[in-house]
Structures are given as structure tokens and as C-alpha cells.
């Protein structure tokens, strides 16, 4: 699959496709039953099926704080529409300047003259251009006399289908892996590099695999039993996720200890999967009270592990 990041890299064969733009967060079976559509439709108009994402999302430009945690970043929504088998990922870089184009241009300038949209598939409630004026409608009318066809995402759904993002974001957030996993077609994972942390973990015996978040809001917060697959095998582990309050923390990050495990991690990217939440992350009085329950975290995940089926 082919990745376009930014307008500027639009090139002339990329003319003509069929299109279809969102958030795609997670990639669930609800975007996996109108990617499949868009696919047969690509299929029959003999085009490429093209995704368009924006990064950031809108929401995180204008209202971080309002904005939903993040299931999926760009990589992993490259990683699953590939597996699909979308042929173009199109990412647009969200600006200031780029919501304050006029609707008219969104659709003249980007999706006619330099994308060459032959069939255009969106949610009924998208909205773009200057103060989101442009809308299902402006695009229905605007199909009529561009010569391209427009239709709702509602078109394509599987038949009452009540999977959405933000039910998948609920069954995390209260620990319902299982549910997670049936909405999105399969586990959910966490990707991302090893990097340097502050190596407290080495203190006390548990040496941790710290990977970065980067997201502004994570779907998952606490302690966890679960799996961690690096490019030597996968490993039962004890995650912690969170900002690490007794330690001040202040970024969002994941650190894995990896049960019988004995090698370097250091610049690797790694796949994390949760299975059992073990407790909330919570603020201890000091590092000693915390080196205790990370023993009987330890303890409790090697349990839940050893009879997970």
C-alpha cells in the first residue's frame, strides 16, 4: 500500500480513484464493512481505493482536552488498511490554514483536480472546509455536475451494526478485552519503540521495556497482564500504563516487564496486547510502598497469565 503523506506529494497518477475519508480509529468491523464496499467498488471501476486521514484529528488541533483517546495512530492504521487491501493511504496534515480553506476548494481543488474522485464515499455527518460549512449535501450537489458519485457510509454498513469507536474505547477503559477484541475483529495492540527510561525498575528487579504513548490521550490507563511480542518471540508480561504518579511522571507511557526474559529491547518496536487488568494506577507515598505492590502485581499477572486460554 502505497502512503501519500501531505497534499504536496499528490502526483498526477494519482488521478482517479475511489475515495473514502474518516477517522478509521481502530479500523474496526464497522470501517472494515465499508472498506470491503470500497474495495468492490474500486474493484469495478477498475481505480485504486484510496483512504483519506487527517493527522492530527481535527479535535486535537481545536479541543485536546475534549478530544477522544486515541485507538489507533497513522502506523497502525497503515498497518491494518494494508491488510485489507487498500491500495493508497492519503494522511493530510491538519493545519489551522487547511480548515480555513473554503469548502468549495475542498471539493474542486482536492477531490476534483488533483485526486480525480470517481466515487466518493463519507459519513452523512463529515463536515470540512472554513467553520465546517461544507457538507453531505454540498458534496451530493456538487457529484451531479463533476461527474462523480457520492454516497453515505450508512450505505455500506453490515445491518445494525452498533460497533463504533467510541463503544470500542468503552470496553477498554473498563477492562473488557474480550468485547474489545470482537468489535475490532481482533486484538487490540500497542506498537511502538523501546526507549531509555529512567531505569527505576532495575532497582528493585523489574527491568522494564518503556515505549512512548505519543498520543494525547490513551484508551487504556492502570496495570495489566498481557503479551508482548518482540522480534525473538512473544512474552508474558506485567504492563503498567500510565504517567507514573509516585515517580511525577509526566508523560503517557507503557512499561512492560517481560517474564524469563533476558536480552536487550533498547530500539525495537515492539506489539503489546492486554489481556487482564490487574488495578487502576494509583499515586504511592513512596518508591519503597510502590516496589511492594509491583511484587504482588508481578505475582498476580503471572497467575491470570498461567491460566489464561
Same mark, same amino acid.
Given at each position: 500500500?502505497?502512503? &501519500?503523506?501531505?497534499?504536496?506529494? &499528490?502526483?498526477?497518477?494519482?488521478?482517479? @480513484?475511489?475515495?473514502?475519508?474518516?477517522?478509521?480509529?481502530?479500523?474496526?468491523?464497522?470501517?472494515?464493512?465499508? %472498506?470491503?464496499?470500497?474495495?468492490?467498488?474500486?474493484?469495478?471501476?477498475? %481505480?485504486?481505493?484510496?483512504?483519506?486521514?487527517?493527522?492530527?484529528?481535527?479535535?486535537?488541533? *481545536?479541543?485536546?482536552?475534549?478530544?477522544?483517546?486515541?485507538?489507533?495512530?497513522?502506523?497502525?492504521?497503515?498497518?491494518?488498511?494494508? $491488510?485489507?487491501?487498500?491500495? =493508497?493511504?492519503? @494522511?493530510?496534515? *491538519?493545519?489551522? +490554514?487547511?480548515?480555513?480553506?473554503?469548502?468549495?476548494?475542498?471539493?474542486? #481543488?482536492?477531490?476534483?483536480?488533483?485526486?480525480?474522485?470517481?466515487?466518493? !464515499?463519507?459519513?452523512?455527518?463529515?463536515?470540512?472546509?472554513?467553520?465546517?460549512?461544507? #457538507?453531505?449535501?454540498?458534496?451530493? +450537489?456538487?457529484?451531479?455536475?463533476?461527474?462523480? $458519485?457520492?454516497?453515505?457510509?450508512?450505505? *455500506?454498513? !453490515?445491518? $445494525? @451494526? =452498533?460497533?463504533?469507536?467510541?463503544?470500542?474505547?468503552?470496553?477498554?477503559?473498563?477492562? #473488557?478485552?474480550?468485547?474489545?477484541?470482537?468489535? %475490532?475483529?481482533?486484538?487490540?495492540? &500497542?506498537?511502538?519503540?523501546?526507549?531509555?527510561?529512567?531505569?527505576?525498575?532495575?532497582?528493585?528487579?523489574?527491568?522494564?521495556?518503556?515505549?512512548?504513548? =505519543?498520543?494525547?490521550?490513551?484508551?487504556? /490507563?492502570? !496495570?495489566?497482564?498481557? %503479551?508482548?511480542?518482540?522480534?525473538?518471540? &512473544?512474552?508474558?508480561?506485567?504492563?503498567?500504563?500510565?504517567?507514573?504518579?509516585?515517580?511525577?511522571?509526566? =508523560?503517557?507511557?507503557?512499561?512492560?516487564?517481560?517474564?524469563?526474559?533476558?536480552?536487550?529491547?533498547?530500539?525495537?518496536?515492539?506489539?503489546?496486547?492486554?489481556?487482564?487488568?490487574?488495578? #487502576?494506577?494509583?499515586?504511592?507515598?513512596? *518508591?519503597?510502598?510502590?516496589?511492594?505492590?509491583?511484587? /504482588? +502485581?508481578?505475582?498476580?499477572?503471572?497467575?491470570?497469565?498461567?491460566?489464561?486460554?
Amino acid at each position: 500500500m502505497e502512503l &501519500i503523506r501531505g497534499l504536496h506529494n &499528490i502526483g498526477t497518477h494519482h488521478h482517479g @480513484c475511489v475515495l473514502t475519508i474518516g477517522k478509521f480509529d481502530g479500523v474496526h468491523l464497522g470501517h472494515q464493512a465499508v %472498506l470491503k464496499s470500497v474495495l468492490q467498488k474500486a474493484e469495478e471501476l477498475n %481505480l485504486p481505493a484510496v483512504v483519506m486521514v487527517f493527522e492530527p484529528q481535527p479535535e486535537e488541533l *481545536f479541543s485536546a482536552e475534549r478530544a477522544p483517546a486515541r485507538l489507533s495512530l497513522l502506523k497502525d492504521k497503515y498497518i491494518a488498511l494494508r $491488510d485489507i487491501g487498500v491500495h =493508497r493511504l492519503l @494522511c493530510v496534515r *491538519f493545519t489551522r +490554514d487547511f480548515s480555513a480553506i473554503s469548502p468549495q476548494s475542498f471539493i474542486h #481543488d482536492l477531490l476534483i483536480k488533483q485526486l480525480g474522485v470517481k466515487f466518493l !464515499v463519507v459519513g452523512d455527518d463529515f463536515r470540512f472546509g472554513y467553520k465546517r460549512e461544507g #457538507d453531505f449535501d454540498m458534496l451530493r +450537489d456538487a457529484s451531479e455536475t463533476a461527474g462523480f $458519485d457520492v454516497v453515505s457510509t450508512q450505505s *455500506f454498513k !453490515v445491518h $445494525d @451494526c =452498533r460497533i463504533s469507536s467510541t463503544a470500542v474505547r468503552t470496553a477498554l477503559s473498563q477492562g #473488557d478485552f474480550e468485547g474489545a477484541k470482537e468489535m %475490532l475483529g481482533g486484538a487490540y495492540v &500497542i506498537r511502538g519503540k523501546v526507549v531509555h527510561g529512567e531505569k527505576n525498575g532495575r532497582t528493585i528487579g523489574y527491568p522494564t521495556a518503556n515505549v512512548l504513548m =505519543r498520543r494525547h490521550k490513551s484508551p487504556v /490507563k492502570g !496495570v495489566f497482564a498481557g %503479551l508482548v511480542k518482540t522480534k525473538t518471540g &512473544i512474552y508474558n508480561a506485567v504492563i503498567n500504563v500510565g504517567n507514573r504518579p509516585t515517580l511525577n511522571g509526566q =508523560r503517557m507511557q507503557l512499561e512492560a516487564h517481560l517474564f524469563d526474559f533476558d536480552g536487550d529491547l533498547y530500539g525495537q518496536n515492539v506489539e503489546v496486547e492486554l489481556l487482564k487488568k490487574i488495578r #487502576d494506577e494509583i499515586k504511592f507515598p513512596d *518508591f519503597q510502598v510502590l516496589k511492594q505492590q509491583i511484587n /504482588k +502485581d508481578a505475582t498476580q499477572a503471572r497467575s491470570l497469565l498461567a491460566n489464561f486460554e
